[in-house]
Every structure is written in structure tokens, then in C-alpha cells.
């Protein structure tokens, strides 16, 4: 079920809103709820690297180059 939430915006970014809005015909609801969405997962994944990284460096991987040259993990 849909909620309405009230809260403020910097009025440079309503204007840029609205401009994109028109321009993908979507309502601004739909526009701040994707852009909400890719925050959350955003933020929920450097969280979870956040926490895997001690792991990582003990296993001896420092760079995401050092997981893809692993060859045992292709």
C-alpha cells in the first residue's frame, strides 16, 4: 500500500525535477521512489562490502583486481 510523505526540497532540485519528469512522462512520485530505491541499495551495499573487507584482506584480497585475477574463483 502507498504512503504520503511530506518533506522539503531545495528548489533548484524541484526545478530539475519537474524538468525530468516531463521529459520521461514519468510523475514525480515514480522518479523519487527509483531514486530512492538505487540509494537504499547504494547504501546497503557498501555496508555489507564495509564489513566483508577484514575478511577479504586476510584472505589476501586487496583490489577488486586481485578477486578477478583469482583463478580458482572462475
Excluded: C
Excluded at 502507498?2 to 532540485?13: G, H, K, L, Y
Excluded at 562490502?49 to 574463483?73: C, F, H, M, Q, S
Amino acid at each position: 500500500m502507498r504512503q504520503v510523505m511530506t518533506f522539503s526540497i531545495n528548489p533548484d532540485i524541484k526545478k530539475k525535477l519537474e524538468l525530468l519528469s516531463k521529459r520521461k512522462h514519468l510523475n514525480k512520485s515514480e522518479i523519487i521512489n527509483k531514486a530512492l530505491i538505487r540509494y537504499l541499495l547504494h547504501d546497503e551495499f557498501y555496508s555489507l562490502r564495509n564489513k566483508l573487507v577484514p575478511y577479504a584482506e586476510k584472505a589476501g584480497y586487496y583490489t577488486n583486481e586481485d578477486i578477478y585475477n583469482d583463478k580458482g574463483l572462475s
